[in-house]
C-alpha cells in the first residue's frame, strides 16, 4: 500500500517537534521504509515521535522521524508493541 494523508493525525507539539498518530493497513515494515511519509515532508520534524496502528494485525509500533530532506522522509525502525486481548 502507500501513505495515506487521511490517516496521519498530529496529536500534539511543542518546542519544534510533533506526535504524530497513523493508521493504515500497511505492516510497520511498510510504513518504516525511506520514502513512505514523502507527502508528509512538509509537516514532519527530525525527532517527531510517529505511533504507527497497522488495523489489519492489530499491532502498534513507536518511531522516530531520522530525516527529513524536505521531499524525503525516513523514521527509524521503531519499537513493535503487540496488542492482545487474552480474555
Sequence with gaps: MAYS???LTRMGGGGGHNLW??????ALSAV???GYFNDA??????GD???VYDNDAPTLG????????GT??????GTAITVTDSD
Design 5 to 7: 494523508a487521511s490517516g
Design 21 to 26: 498518530f497513523y493508521t493504515s493497513t500497511d
Design 32 to 34: 518504516r521504509a525511506s
Design 41 to 46: 515532508a512538509g509537516m514532519m520534524n527530525v
Design 49 to 51: 515521535v510517529v505511533f
Design 62 to 69: 513507536i518511531s522516530v522521524v531520522l530525516s527529513n530532506t
Design 72 to 77: 524525503v522522509v525516513d523514521i527509524a525502525d
